[in-house]
C-alpha cells in the first residue's frame, strides 16, 4: 500500500482485499459511497454491494437480517448518523449475539467546515454503551489496513471503525513502526514522565507538534497512538505508565463521554493511576465550525493551547 | 388452570377427516386457551394483540410452512417467519409449543428467567429474529430475504407487524428501499386489529389510506379477514404467486379476538379504552375467559365429531404466579 493514501482510500483497498478472501462479506451504504470510494468495491463485487439510500435505521436492521444468514455486513455512513440515528438498531442487532461492522465515517471533530450536524463527537459513547463492541481508530493507511483485517478475520465482536476524513497528513504519513495490535496502543516518541494518550491522525499531528515544543525545553514526552477506545490490555498499559508522572488524554470528543473516561476508568479499576494525575482535554460544548486550525484552536486541542495546558499542569498551575 | 397438550394438537394434526381449515380452527382454538393460561400464570403479556394475530400464527406456522420443525435442520434453506411488533409472542410461544419446538417444560416459564422473555429472543427455538422495539423487522427481514436471493436458497420469509408499527418513521424506509432494491422475495401480514395499546390507531395518528399508500410505495397489496381461515388461505394463495414486486397482506384482525369479553369492538363500545393490551386477567376473569374459550372449543370439536376427552386429558391444574408488572 502506497505511503500517501488517505485513512478512507487505504480502507477500501484493504476492503476489497478482505472480501476476496471472506465471501460472506457484504457492504451496505447510505449515499456516502463517494465518501469511503466504495464505488471501487461494486465495480469489483456488483452483487456484494447494497445501496440503501438515506435510511440508515433500515440499513443497519437489514444488516442485521444478513448477520443472522451468516454475512459479515460492513455498514457505512457517517459516524453521526450511523452511531446515533440508528442506534438502537444497531443496539438491537447486537443483542442477536452475530458480528457486524459499523464503519464510523467522519467521526470526531475534523473537518470542521460542516459544522455540528456533521461533526462526531459523542460516537465513542453511544457505542460504547452497548455490550459486546469494540471501538477502532486507525491512524494513518498502514494501521487502516491492520485494524480491518482485525475486525474482518480475527475480532469475534462486533465492530466499530471511526475513520478520519481527509487527505493523510503529512507527519503521520511519514511515521514508521504503526503496528496495530489489539488493546494496545502505539509509543510514537518515547518519553520520561510525561505521557500523552491520544487517537487519529488530526490529533497525534497535534501532539507532535506539542512535543517539538517541548523538545526545545528539552523536555521528552511520550506519544501515545490508541487505536482500540474502548478495551485495554492490562500488562501493555503497566509498561508503557511506568515512571510517568503526568497522563493527559487528549481527545475531541465531548468531555464526559469520549474515551479519555473509559481509560481513566479502566486505569482506576485497575489500580493503575496510584500517584499519577490524569487530565483529559477534550470538547466541553458543542463543536464549533471553521477551518481546521481554528477549530483545533478554540476547542484547545492545537498544538499552542495543548502546550499551555500541559505546562500549566507539570508546573502545578491550576489553569 | 387450563392447558392442552402436545399430543391433542398430534390428534388434531394427523387426523384424515379433518380439513386443513378446520384442522386450523381448532388448533386455534386450542392455542388461545394456551396462550390465555401461559400469560395468567406469567402474571403478565399481551393478550389483545396475541389472540388478534393467533389465527394468522397458525396459519403461517402449522400450513403455509410445511413441516416447520423439521425445517429447523435445513439451515438458511427454510422458511423464515417472525413477528416484527413482537408483543404477540406469548401467542407464538403457544404455537411454537404446538409444533412440537418449544417443550411444554419452558412454555410455563413465560417472562421468567431461563424462561421465554417477554419479546421475542433468537436464543428460543423458533425464534428468528429480536424484535419487540418497534419498527425494525421488515427492514430485518428484507436483510435475510436478499441473503437467500445472493445464497440462491428458496424458502418464504415472512414477518408479521402490528398497524401502530406504521407510525414508525423506518418502516417508510424500508417501504421504498425493498421495492426499489427489488427485493420480492418477501410478504408482510400487518395484524390490522386498529387498537394500538388501549386506543384506537385513528384516534392516536391515522395510518390510511393504508393500501393505496403501500402500493403507492411499489408494493403489491392484499387485504383480507386475519381472523378468517378460508380468506387466509385464499390470499397466501394469490399473493405467493406474484414474484415482481414485494408483497403485504392487510388482515382485518380484532384484538383479543376469541375471547368475547375482551374483544375489541364489544369493549370499545362499553369503555372507550381498550383495557386488554398487555397484563393478566384476575383469577374471576381467568375462569370466565377461559370458559368462553373451553366453551368455543367443545363447540368445535362437536361440530367436526372430533372425540377427545376433554374433562380427563386435554386441561390441567398449573399453580398461579404471582408479583409481575404490567408494561405496555
Given at each position: 500500500?502506497?505511503?500517501?493514501?488517505?485513512?478512507?482510500?487505504?480502507?477500501?483497498?484493504?476492503?476489497?482485499?478482505?472480501?476476496?478472501?471472506?465471501?460472506?462479506?457484504?457492504?451496505?451504504?447510505?449515499?456516502?459511497?463517494?465518501?469511503?470510494?466504495?464505488?471501487?468495491?461494486?465495480?469489483?463485487?456488483?452483487?456484494?454491494?447494497?445501496?440503501?439510500?438515506?435510511?440508515?435505521?433500515?440499513?443497519?436492521?437489514?444488516?442485521?437480517?444478513?448477520?443472522?444468514?451468516g454475512f459479515l455486513p460492513v455498514v457505512n455512513s457517517f459516524a453521526s448518523?450511523?452511531?446515533?440515528?440508528?442506534?438502537?438498531?444497531?443496539?438491537?442487532?447486537?443483542?442477536?449475539?452475530?458480528?457486524?461492522?459499523?464503519?464510523?465515517?467522519?467521526?470526531?471533530?475534523?473537518?470542521?467546515?460542516?459544522?455540528?450536524?456533521?461533526?462526531?463527537?459523542?460516537?465513542?459513547?453511544?457505542?460504547?454503551?452497548?455490550?459486546?463492541?469494540?471501538?477502532?481508530?486507525?491512524?494513518?493507511?498502514?494501521?487502516?489496513?491492520?485494524?480491518?483485517?482485525?475486525?474482518?478475520?480475527?475480532?469475534?465482536?462486533?465492530?466499530?471503525?471511526?475513520?478520519?476524513?481527509?487527505?493523510?497528513?503529512?507527519?503521520?504519513?511519514?511515521?514508521?513502526?504503526?503496528?496495530?495490535?489489539?488493546?494496545?496502543?502505539?509509543?510514537?516518541?518515547?518519553?520520561?514522565?510525561?505521557?500523552?494518550?491520544?487517537?487519529?491522525?488530526?490529533?497525534?499531528?497535534?501532539?507532535?507538534?506539542?512535543?517539538?515544543?517541548?523538545?526545545?525545553?528539552?523536555?521528552?514526552?511520550?506519544?501515545?497512538?490508541?487505536?482500540?477506545?474502548?478495551?485495554?490490555?492490562?500488562?501493555?498499559?503497566?509498561?508503557?505508565?511506568?515512571?510517568?508522572?503526568?497522563?493527559?488524554?487528549?481527545?475531541?470528543?465531548?468531555?464526559?463521554?469520549?474515551?479519555?473516561?473509559?481509560?481513566?476508568?479502566?486505569?482506576?479499576?485497575?489500580?493503575?493511576?496510584?500517584?499519577?494525575?490524569?487530565?483529559?482535554?477534550?470538547?466541553?460544548?458543542?463543536?464549533?465550525?471553521?477551518?481546521?486550525?481554528?477549530?483545533?484552536?478554540?476547542?484547545?486541542?492545537?498544538?499552542?493551547?495543548?502546550?499551555?495546558?500541559?505546562?500549566?499542569?507539570?508546573?502545578?498551575?491550576?489553569? | 388452570?387450563?392447558?392442552?397438550?402436545?399430543?391433542?394438537?398430534?390428534?388434531?394434526?394427523?387426523?384424515?377427516?379433518?380439513?386443513?381449515?378446520?384442522?386450523?380452527?381448532?388448533?386455534?382454538?386450542?392455542?388461545?386457551?394456551?396462550?390465555?393460561?401461559?400469560?395468567?400464570?406469567?402474571?403478565?403479556?399481551?393478550?389483545?394483540?396475541?389472540?388478534?394475530?393467533?389465527?394468522?400464527?397458525?396459519?403461517?406456522?402449522?400450513?403455509?410452512?410445511?413441516?416447520?420443525?423439521?425445517?429447523?435442520?435445513?439451515?438458511?434453506?427454510?422458511?423464515?417467519?417472525?413477528?416484527?411488533?413482537?408483543?404477540?409472542?406469548?401467542?407464538?410461544?403457544?404455537?411454537?409449543?404446538?409444533?412440537?419446538?418449544?417443550?411444554?417444560?419452558?412454555?410455563?416459564?413465560?417472562?421468567?428467567?431461563?424462561?421465554?422473555?417477554?419479546?421475542?429472543?433468537?436464543?428460543?427455538?423458533?425464534?428468528?429474529?429480536?424484535?419487540?422495539?418497534?419498527?425494525?423487522?421488515?427492514?430485518?427481514?428484507?436483510?435475510?430475504?436478499?441473503?437467500?436471493?445472493?445464497?440462491?436458497?428458496?424458502?418464504?420469509?415472512?414477518?408479521?407487524?402490528?398497524?401502530?408499527?406504521?407510525?414508525?418513521?423506518?418502516?417508510?424506509?424500508?417501504?421504498?428501499?425493498?421495492?426499489?432494491?427489488?427485493?420480492?422475495?418477501?410478504?408482510?401480514?400487518?395484524?390490522?386489529?386498529?387498537?394500538?395499546?388501549?386506543?384506537?390507531?385513528?384516534?392516536?395518528?391515522?395510518?390510511?389510506?393504508?393500501?393505496?399508500?403501500?402500493?403507492?410505495?411499489?408494493?403489491?397489496?392484499?387485504?383480507?379477514?386475519?381472523?378468517?381461515?378460508?380468506?387466509?388461505?385464499?390470499?397466501?394463495?394469490?399473493?405467493?404467486?406474484?414474484?415482481?414486486?414485494?408483497?403485504?397482506?392487510?388482515?382485518?384482525?380484532?384484538?383479543?379476538?376469541?375471547?368475547?369479553?375482551i374483544e375489541h369492538p364489544l369493549v370499545m363500545k362499553k369503555n372507550k379504552?381498550?383495557?386488554?393490551?398487555?397484563?393478566?386477567?384476575?383469577?374471576?376473569?381467568?375462569?370466565?375467559?377461559?370458559?368462553?374459550?373451553?366453551?368455543?372449543?367443545?363447540?368445535?370439536?362437536?361440530?367436526?365429531?372430533?372425540?377427545?376427552?376433554?374433562?380427563?386429558?386435554?386441561?390441567?391444574?398449573?399453580?398461579?404466579?404471582?408479583?409481575?408488572?404490567?408494561?405496555?
Amino acid at each position: 500500500m502506497k505511503k500517501n493514501l488517505s485513512i478512507t482510500s487505504a480502507f477500501t483497498q484493504e476492503l476489497i482485499e478482505c472480501a476476496k478472501k471472506n465471501k460472506k462479506l457484504v457492504v451496505l451504504d447510505a449515499d456516502l459511497a463517494d465518501d469511503l470510494n466504495l464505488y471501487s468495491f461494486k465495480d469489483k463485487y456488483p452483487k456484494r454491494f447494497i445501496q440503501n439510500g438515506i435510511a440508515e435505521q433500515d440499513m443497519v436492521s437489514m444488516a442485521g437480517g444478513l448477520a443472522l444468514m451468516g454475512f459479515l455486513p460492513v455498514v457505512n455512513s457517517f459516524a453521526s448518523f450511523l452511531s446515533a440515528r440508528a442506534n438502537e438498531q444497531i443496539y438491537n442487532n447486537a443483542t442477536e449475539l452475530t458480528k457486524i461492522i459499523y464503519i464510523n465515517l467522519y467521526s470526531g471533530l475534523i473537518p470542521a467546515g460542516a459544522g455540528k450536524s456533521h461533526q462526531s463527537i459523542r460516537d465513542v459513547s453511544l457505542i460504547s454503551s452497548i455490550p459486546n463492541f469494540k471501538i477502532y481508530q486507525p491512524l494513518n493507511y498502514h494501521d487502516t489496513s491492520l485494524i480491518l483485517k482485525h475486525c474482518v478475520f480475527k475480532e469475534k465482536k462486533n465492530c466499530c471503525i471511526r475513520l478520519n476524513i481527509g487527505p493523510a497528513l503529512k507527519l503521520i504519513q511519514n511515521l514508521s513502526g504503526i503496528k496495530f495490535e489489539d488493546g494496545k496502543g502505539n509509543e510514537i516518541s518515547k518519553g520520561k514522565e510525561i505521557i500523552i494518550f491520544t487517537s487519529g491522525q488530526y490529533l497525534i499531528n497535534e501532539a507532535l507538534l506539542t512535543k517539538k515544543m517541548f523538545n526545545k525545553e528539552n523536555i521528552n514526552i511520550s506519544i501515545v497512538n490508541l487505536s482500540t477506545l474502548n478495551y485495554f490490555n492490562k500488562h501493555w498499559f503497566k509498561k508503557i505508565l511506568n515512571q510517568k508522572k503526568y497522563i493527559f488524554c487528549i481527545e475531541d470528543n465531548f468531555k464526559d463521554s469520549g474515551f479519555s473516561n473509559l481509560l481513566l476508568s479502566f486505569l482506576i479499576k485497575n489500580d493503575l493511576v496510584n500517584n499519577k494525575k490524569y487530565f483529559s482535554i477534550s470538547l466541553d460544548n458543542f463543536p464549533e465550525c471553521g477551518t481546521i486550525n481554528e477549530v483545533l484552536n478554540y476547542h484547545k486541542l492545537s498544538s499552542n493551547k495543548l502546550y499551555k495546558f500541559i505546562k500549566s499542569k507539570i508546573n502545578g498551575k491550576n489553569n | 388452570m387450563y392447558f392442552i397438550g402436545k399430543e391433542k394438537f398430534e390428534v388434531i394434526k394427523k387426523s384424515k377427516k379433518l380439513s386443513q381449515i378446520e384442522k386450523a380452527e381448532i388448533i386455534s382454538s386450542f392455542c388461545r386457551l394456551n396462550t390465555l393460561t401461559t400469560i395468567k400464570n406469567a402474571g403478565s403479556g399481551h393478550i389483545g394483540s396475541s389472540m388478534s394475530a393467533m389465527d394468522l400464527f397458525v396459519w403461517v406456522n402449522h400450513f403455509l410452512i410445511k413441516e416447520k420443525k423439521k425445517q429447523i435442520k435445513l439451515g438458511l434453506k427454510r422458511d423464515y417467519f417472525f413477528s416484527s411488533k413482537g408483543h404477540d409472542v406469548p401467542g407464538f410461544y403457544n404455537v411454537l409449543y404446538s409444533l412440537g419446538i418449544i417443550q411444554r417444560s419452558k412454555i410455563f416459564k413465560l417472562r421468567r428467567l431461563n424462561g421465554l422473555d417477554g419479546h421475542p429472543d433468537v436464543r428460543i427455538p423458533g425464534i428468528e429474529a429480536n424484535t419487540g422495539s418497534l419498527g425494525m423487522g421488515i427492514s430485518k427481514a428484507k436483510g435475510i430475504a436478499f441473503a437467500k436471493k445472493l445464497l440462491k436458497l428458496e424458502g418464504l420469509v415472512i414477518v408479521l407487524t402490528g398497524d401502530g408499527e406504521f407510525q414508525e418513521g423506518q418502516i417508510y424506509e424500508t417501504l421504498q428501499t425493498t421495492s426499489s432494491q427489488k427485493i420480492n422475495n418477501i410478504i408482510v401480514i400487518i395484524d390490522h386489529n386498529k387498537i394500538q395499546s388501549s386506543r384506537f390507531v385513528k384516534d392516536i395518528i391515522n395510518i390510511n389510506p393504508l393500501k393505496k399508500k403501500i402500493e403507492n410505495f411499489g408494493w403489491h397489496v392484499e387485504r383480507c379477514n386475519g381472523n378468517s381461515f378460508k380468506d387466509i388461505k385464499n390470499t397466501f394463495s394469490k399473493i405467493i404467486k406474484i414474484k415482481s414486486k414485494p408483497k403485504l397482506i392487510i388482515a382485518d384482525t380484532i384484538k383479543g379476538k376469541g375471547i368475547s369479553s375482551i374483544e375489541h369492538p364489544l369493549v370499545m363500545k362499553k369503555n372507550k379504552i381498550y383495557n386488554w393490551h398487555s397484563g393478566a386477567p384476575s383469577n374471576q376473569e381467568y375462569e370466565f375467559m377461559s370458559n368462553v374459550l373451553i366453551h368455543d372449543i367443545k363447540r368445535l370439536l362437536k361440530k367436526r365429531q372430533v372425540n377427545i376427552n376433554l374433562l380427563k386429558s386435554i386441561f390441567q391444574k398449573k399453580r398461579i404466579n404471582q408479583n409481575s408488572i404490567d408494561i405496555h
